[in-house]
Nanobody, 128 residues
Framework: QAQLVESGGGLVQDGGSLTLSCAAS?????????????MGWFRRAPGKEREFVSC????????YYADSVKGRFSISRDNAERVLFLRMNNLQPEDTAIYYCAARRGYVSEYDESYDYWGQGTQVTVSS
C-alpha cells in the first residue's frame, strides 16, 4: 500500500534550521512510480487551517513557495530514492506547525484538496 512518511521535525530556536524528509514506500502509487507524482509540503499551525508551503514538479524542474517561506525554505526531491525534502532556514516562531507531505498525479498544485496521498505529519516547533 502506498505510504508517505515524514521525518526530521523537532524543536529548534528562532533563526535555526531543519530539514524535513518524506519517504515514499509501497513500491508504487496506484501503478505509477514516485517520479510520476508532483509533491507538496503543507502545514497546520495550532488553531489554524492547513496551508500550502511548497510544491515541486515530478522532475524537480519546477518549484513553488508560499510567500511566507520564500527565500527561507527550499524543496527538492530524489526520485531514485523516492524521497522528498524541505530545507528550512531562518525558522521563525510562526513556522511552528505540523508539516505534511503529499503526492498528486499530474501537475504541481498549491491546493491541498487536489492531492491524492498524505503522510501523517511531523511536528516542527520554533522557540523564541
Amino acid at each position: 500500500q502506498a505510504q508517505l512518511v515524514e521525518s526530521g521535525g523537532g524543536l529548534v530556536q528562532d533563526g535555526g534550521s531543519l530539514t524535513l524528509s518524506c519517504a515514499a514506500s509501497g513500491v508504487t502509487f496506484s501503478g505509477r512510480s514516485f517520479s510520476n507524482y508532483a509533491m507538496g509540503w503543507f502545514r497546520r499551525a495550532p488553531g489554524k487551517e492547513r496551508e500550502f508551503v511548497s510544491c515541486i514538479s515530478w522532475s524537480g524542474g519546477s518549484t513553488y513557495y508560499a510567500d511566507s517561506v520564500k527565500g527561507r525554505f527550499s524543496i527538492s526531491r530524489d526520485n531514485a530514492e523516492r524521497v522528498l525534502f524541505l530545507r528550512m532556514n531562518n525558522l521563525q516562531p510562526e513556522d511552528t506547525a505540523i508539516y505534511y507531505c503529499a503526492a498528486r498525479r499530474g501537475y504541481v498544485s498549491e491546493y491541498d484538496e487536489s492531492y491524492d496521498y498524505w503522510g501523517q505529519g511531523t511536528q516542527v516547533t520554533v522557540s523564541s
